[in-house]
């Protein structure tokens, strides 16, 4: 059982998933995604705030919709995990504010070209929370531009993140 304290302590923390990390909720693996990874976003959804930019739904029923094109199969298989996505039941969609979006127009007219990466860390940068991504390319962007990276986390660091708050504290 987790400790209340730490448990409140989880609950305070707030992690944006890029869109990699959302798939496994619909039954996509992503072969960059440890899967020790995916267990341990579907063992803490609840106990941490989990969010997601409702502007990079597009991209992520494009991803879906590739998925499906692969498999040979219709779309509506998607719809109890869709409507649970959308319900909010393990993800908090996030609603763009305008400094959300002027960040990441500033990211892209600053050179980056996808402006999915672009809303995603501007919405993290500004819920204040940390950015779980792979794109390794992207960090290196905004930080040759001068933009805080400080907040955003791999793989390896995520892990950590949950070992130090969560599985030490089990009894």
């Known amino acids: 059982m987790i400790r209340r304290s730490s448990l409140e302590s989880l609950r305070r923390t707030r992690i944006l998933l890029d869109t990699s990390f959302i798939l496994p909720f619909f039954g996509v693996r992503v072969k960059e995604v440890p899967e020790r990874v995916v267990d341990a976003i579907l063992k803490t959804s609840g106990r941490i705030t989990y969010l997601y930019p409702k502007l ?76 779980l991504t792979l794109d390794h390319t992207f960090v290196r962007f905004l930080r040759e531009q001068g933009f805080d990276v400080s907040f955003i986390i791999d793989c390896e660091k995520f892990l950590s993140l949950i070992r130090d708050k969560v599985l030490h504290d089990m009894t």
Do not use: N, W
């Open 56 to 131: 990079l739904i597009p991209e992520l029923i494009g991803k879906l919709a590739k998925e499906c094109i692969k498999a040979r199969r219709a779309p509506d298989f998607l719809r109890p995990a869709i409507e649970s996505f959308l319900a909010q039941v393990d993800v908090v969609l996030v609603d763009p504010t305008s400094d959300h979006l002027l960040l990441a127009m500033e990211l892209r007219r600053r050179g980056h070209t996808d402006i999915f990466d672009c809303l995603a860390y501007a919405t993290a940068k500004y819920e204040g929370a940390l950015f």
